[in-house]
């Protein structure tokens, strides 16, 4: 039982930082799934990779509490009425992926969920991190989610569909779009954030239905110290790439995906 463990605090580890820099979190738990396979039943295994990210969602929950509280009592009225602007921008900026992910869900899964698809949505994303941090001319005219419009969450919303394809990574290509509709790195990168805790907590309880409440006592233990290590992983992570991208750009994000997906396509050859 302690290697099993041990293999979930390593999960929750890549999960962590996985889920929030824009590397992809599933290309890295498909490689780390054939290293590290749990002693689990698939079922539960496929809702893991899900329910884990609930513990990465708190993370941004503690971080940002009070600029998400609507209802603090050190904030102005303004400012609540500002916060709560920030959550309908949220709000709007989800519906894109939730409109067409429901439906789809299944779908997705059984056709893009494979090597292939992985490694060519990381070579893919990580050219165009690339080229967007060397050829585009990059001036942001919104520099907070403060200063947002409507309109850009929405757009950013519709480059979010985009990481419904495994490999893509929702934060990658939520802070591409970000970028591409004029929003500074930080501004888009804290958007993702916030923009995760309503599609992660609806994939998670869509997870949990299809599973069912069932659990014997190992697999709550799991499951539990899965989201701990996530959490606390995340709390780091998130506060590494906030503080990394105010004086640097993705390049090196980019170079880093486009190394992995050679390597799960060499890892898929030789399997």
């Not at 893509?168 to 954030?193: D, K, Q, W, Y």
């Amino acid at each position: 039982m302690i290697i099993e463990y041990l293999k979930v605090l390593i999960l929750g580890i890549v999960e962590g930082i996985t889920e929030w820099l824009p590397i992809s979190s599933t290309g890295h738990m498909i490689l780390v799934d054939n290293f590290l396979r749990l002693n689990v039943s698939r079922e539960f295994w496929e809702m893991f990779l899900v329910v884990i990210q609930l513990g990465a969602i708190l993370a941004v929950v503690v971080v940002y509490f009070h600029k998400l509280n609507p209802f603090s009592p050190k904030k102005t009225a303004v400012e609540r009425k500002s916060t709560w602007h920030i959550w309908y921008k949220v709000i709007i900026g989800c519906l894109p992926a939730a409109l067409i992910g429901l439906p789809l869900n299944d779908w997705l899964d059984e056709h893009f969920y494979n090597y292939v698809v992985v490694a060519i949505a990381l070579i893919v994303y990580g050219v165009v991190f690339i080229w967007i941090e060397t050829r585009v001319k990059y001036a942001p005219s919104t520099n907070s989610i403060e200063e947002m419009s409507y309109l850009t969450a929405f757009k950013i919303g519709c480059f979010q569909v985009l990481s419904l394809i495994p490999g893509t990574s929702r934060s990658g290509s939520t802070i591409i779009g970000g970028m591409l509709v004029g929003t500074s790195r930080t501004a888009a990168a804290e958007f993702s954030f916030f923009m995760s805790i309503p599609i992660m907590f609806g994939a998670s309880l869509l997870k949990l239905v299809k599973f069912g409440f069932e659990f014997s006592a190992s697999e709550l233990g799991i499951l539990f110290f899965g989201m701990f290590v996530a959490f606390v992983v995340s709390i780091l992570a998130i506060k590494f790439l906030i503080a990394y991208i105010q004086k640097n750009d993705f390049k090196v994000f980019g170079y880093y995906r486009i190394i992995l997906g050679i390597i799960v396509i060499i890892y898929d050859l030789l399997t």
